[in-house]
């Protein structure tokens, strides 16, 4: 498609659930990015891929999160056993490449906003 | 470590002119990124400068200067949809500088 696609667009989970998001990104775009904000501020870049390897996975919290993207499915980032701090709006983005490089915008989707209670 | 520095809330008049300030202090700089975010919805992509000088689009305008470790986004002739927050975004981590590392970002409320 032509625009980053999320869902759900609201998740509830108790605390120690587990939280399962999605991410369809732009057709032929072949990097996608996770990242995290919390209340309106700043975003917490997780996880980033190329295709469906991991491309830099720097910013993920290992224990708890993890992220897959596989041929002819929607990217997942997946959060075992929710703590409160998890509480946050999670934005996928994409981008696509330009000759050797990746291009420098970044389209995001929507968010996802994940409350844990 | 790698910070970005930008003014929490900025206001002004419809018609008007403003500049948001940022400045960055990263290891390794691939260049500055400007985002666009209404109501926590999905930020999108204003503009880029990976070499110095002025990059024009439209109403908006960016600035940069490496050596100085500082970039501003300049927005004129401000109307009411512009009420939003502004991030500046460096390119800076990861392989080939990929990923972004955002600003807190800049409350523009802009009034009648």
């Known amino acids: 498609g032509e625009e980053v696609a999320q869902t759900p667009k609201h998740l509830v989970r108790g605390e120690g659930q587990k939280a399962k998001l999605y991410c369809a990104p732009i057709?032929?775009?072949?990097?996608v990015f996770w990242y995290q904000q919390v209340l309106k501020n700043e975003f917490k870049f997780l996880i980033s891929?190329?295709?469906?390897?991991?491309?830099?996975e720097t910013g993920m919290p290992k224990e708890r999160f993890s992220a897959k993207c596989l041929p002819n499915s929607p990217c997942s980032l997946e959060i075992q056993a929710t703590k409160l701090e998890d509480s946050a709006v999670y934005f996928c983005?994409?981008?696509?490449?330009?000759?050797?490089?990746?291009?420098?915008?970044?389209?995001f989707g929507p968010g996802t906003r994940l409350t844990v209670t | 470590g790698q910070s970005l520095e930008q003014p929490s809330e900025v206001t002004a008049v419809e018609g008007a002119i403003v500049q948001i300030n940022c400045t960055y202090q990263t290891s390794g700089f691939y260049g500055l990124s400007w985002y666009q975010q209404h109501d926590g919805g999905a930020p999108t992509f204003l503009s880029y400068n990976a070499l110095d000088g002025l990059e024009e689009t439209g109403r908006f305008s960016s600035f940069l200067s490496r050596s100085d470790s500082y970039g501003y986004l300049l927005l004129q002739e401000l109307q009411m949809k512009d009420s939003a927050s502004y991030f500046c975004?460096?390119?800076?981590?990861?392989?080939?500088?990929?990923?972004?590392?955002f600003g807190k970002g800049t409350t523009l409320s802009v009034s009648s």
């Open positions: 057709k032929g775009h072949s990097y």
């Open positions: 891929f190329q295709n469906e390897n991991v491309f830099d």
């Open positions: 975004a460096v390119r800076a981590r990861g392989q080939a500088g990929t990923a972004l590392i």
């Open positions: 983005a994409s981008s696509h490449q330009t000759g050797d490089s990746i291009s420098y915008e970044q389209y």
